[in-house]
T-cell receptor, first 112, second 111 residues
Framework: EDQVTQSPEALRLQEGESSSLNCSYTVSGLRGLFWYRQDPGKGPEFLFTLYSAGEEKEKERLKATLTKKESFLHITAPKPEDSATYLCAVQAQGGSQGNLIFGKGTKLSVKP | NAGVTQTPKFQVLKTGQSMTLQCAQDMNHNSMYWYRQDPGMGLRLIYYSASEGTTDKGEVPNGYNVSRLNKREFSLRLESAAPSQTSVYFC??????????FGPGTRLTVT
C-alpha cells in the first residue's frame, strides 16, 4: 500500500536554530514528491517538486532533498515567519493524476 | 491571475440540507480535485476530474457528487449533509509538473 509518513508531528525551534523535517514514503514507483506549506486557515501553498533520488531544490531558507525512501526539508536559520505546517505528498507512477498521497504534516513553530 | 478560487468561505448547514461548493481556476489546467481536511487525518481526495467531461472517485466519495461544468469550473455537491461531513474542503488543479495548486478552502459545519 502506498503510504507517506512525516516526522516529527510538531517541531519547536528558536529563531536561527536550523533543523530538518522528514518525509518517508512507500510507493510502487515514484512519479514525483511534493512539498507544501500551509498557514492556519489557508490552503496548501506549493513549494517544491522532486522527481528522482539525489535531486535538490532550494528556496530562501528551505532546501528539499530526495532519496529512494525519504525526503528531507532542511530549514536554515529559520525566522518566525517560517512557522507553518509543512506537508509532503507523493504521486505514484502508473496512477491517475488524482493519485496524490499526502502525509499528515509537520507543524513548525519558530520562536523569536 | 487569481489561481484557484472557492465559494463560499464558510457555511453552516443543518443535517439533511443540501449545498454546492463552487471552484474555479484560471490557469488553463486540465485536472481538478476536491479534498477534505480533518484534524489528524490529513488531506483526503473526494473526487477528481482529469479533463473536462470526466470525473472519478477518490478515497472518500460517499455522500458527495461532483460536476465538471467546463474546463474552469468543478463543483462539489452534498445532497443530504451529515455531521460527519463537517470539515474544511479544498479544491485544487494540476500544473504541468503534476504539482497541485490549492484554493483557500471552504469551512463547513453540519449541525
Amino acid at each position: 500500500e502506498d503510504q507517506v509518513t512525516q516526522s516529527p508531528e510538531a517541531l519547536r525551534l528558536q529563531e536561527g536554530e536550523s533543523s530538518s523535517l522528514n518525509c518517508s514514503y512507500t510507493v510502487s514507483g515514484l512519479r514525483g514528491l511534493f512539498w507544501y506549506r500551509q498557514d492556519p486557515g489557508k490552503g496548501p501553498e506549493f513549494l517544491f517538486t522532486l522527481y528522482s533520488a539525489g535531486e535538490e531544490k532550494e528556496k530562501e531558507r528551505l532546501k528539499a532533498t530526495l532519496t529512494k525512501k525519504e525526503s528531507f526539508l532542511h530549514i536554515t536559520a529559520p525566522k518566525p515567519e517560517d512557522s507553518a505546517t509543512y506537508l509532503c505528498a507523493v504521486q505514484a507512477q502508473g496512477g491517475s493524476q488524482g493519485n496524490l498521497i499526502f502525509g499528515k504534516g509537520t507543524k513548525l513553530s519558530v520562536k523569536p | 491571475n487569481a489561481g484557484v478560487t472557492q465559494t463560499p468561505k464558510f457555511q453552516v448547514l443543518k443535517t439533511g440540507q443540501s449545498m454546492t461548493l463552487q471552484c474555479a481556476q484560471d490557469m488553463n489546467h486540465n485536472s481538478m480535485y476536491w479534498y477534505r481536511q480533518d484534524p489528524g487525518m490529513g488531506l483526503r481526495l473526494i473526487y477528481y476530474s482529469a479533463s473536462e467531461g470526466t470525473t472519478d472517485k477518490g478515497e472518500v466519495p460517499n455522500g458527495y457528487n461532483v460536476s465538471r461544468l467546463n474546463k474552469r469550473e468543478f463543483s462539489l455537491r452534498l445532497e443530504s449533509a451529515a455531521p460527519s461531513q463537517t470539515s474544511v474542503y479544498f479544491c485544487a488543479s494540476t500544473g504541468e509538473g503534476y504539482e497541485q495548486y490549492f484554493g483557500p478552502g471552504t469551512r463547513l459545519t453540519v449541525t
